[in-house]
């Protein structure tokens, strides 16, 4: 077999055992790119090998703070809340009863056209529901519940057990029943609980009509 023969004299093996040789010792003395030489950088995850993870880099942000309002105030609060009313001494006892019945049902589910503890409550099923409780029975809705009992001369006026009317234009919508400490118990609408919401301040004191006192003693 024959070989070309390159200039010099040499032959093609031997100059490419001689290049081969000096590829070596550059690799070796370090004047090659430094990519060459490291072999442990993997093609299959470039990332992980060149830049610190998302989570070392991004500090994790605080959760926000819930909100409290009138119509979202933790459970414990609207209890205490209706506690310290249905413990007041000057409470007749139906007066009485009728708060214990309310925080029992706090935190039940709306449902338009309920009137039980299993089925969930409306405005008018809740307040009927727990009226009947001391053996008083109410109209079904609202507005023919406002015309119940005796008319209250005036918000400060108002006592425990009172039924507490909203609407707008004069047109009564929704109905609750006043707990004292300016505070009524109601269902409010779809997709919340039966809770306990501000008659001094906010929607509700924006939306107040009137009151009316039924025959429980008060």
């Known amino acids: 077999m024959k070989t070309a023969n390159l200039p010099h004299g040499h032959s093609a093996p031997r100059f490419r055992r001689v290049l081969r040789l000096a590829l070596a010792l550059a690799l070796a003395a370090g004047s090659l790119p430094a990519l060459a ?9 470039p990332v ?11 500090p994790a942000l605080p959760a926000p703070a819930a909100i409290a309002t009138p119509d979202t105030a933790p459970l414990a609060a609207q ?31 709306y449902r338009w056209g309920g009137s039980s503890p299993e ?6 099923g809740l307040v009927g529901y727990v009226f009947r409780t001391i053996g008083i029975d109410l109209p079904r ?5 406002a015309d119940e009992g005796t008319k209250v ?24 029943i ?3 400490e300016g505070k009524f118990v109601h269902a409010p609408r779809t997709g919340r609980d039966v809770t306990v919401s501000s008659l001094t301040s906010g929607y509700w004191a924006q939306k107040y009509l009137e009151a009316r006192r039924l025959a429980t003693g008060s």
């Not at 000057?90 to 589910?109: D, E, F, Y």
């Not at 089925?119 to 008018?124: N, P, T």
């Not at 001369?153 to 609750?176: C, M, Q, T």
């Open 178 to 180: 006043y707990v004292g």
């Open 119 to 124: 089925s969930g409550f409306d405005c008018s």
């Open 79 to 109: 209890l205490a809340i209706l506690q310290k009313a249905k413990d007041a001494p000057t409470s007749p006892s139906l007066v009485k009863t009728v708060l214990q019945r309310a925080i029992s049902l706090l935190g039940t589910p």
């Open 141 to 145: 809705v609202s507005r023919a519940m």
């Open 153 to 176: 001369a005036s918000r400060d006026a108002l006592a425990e057990g009172d039924l507490v009317f909203f609407g707008k234009r004069g047109h009564i919508d929704h109905v609750g």
């Open 37 to 45: 030489m490291n072999p442990a950088i993997s093609k299959a995850d």
């Open 48 to 58: 992980s090998q060149t830049a610190p993870s998302a989570a070392a880099t991004v």
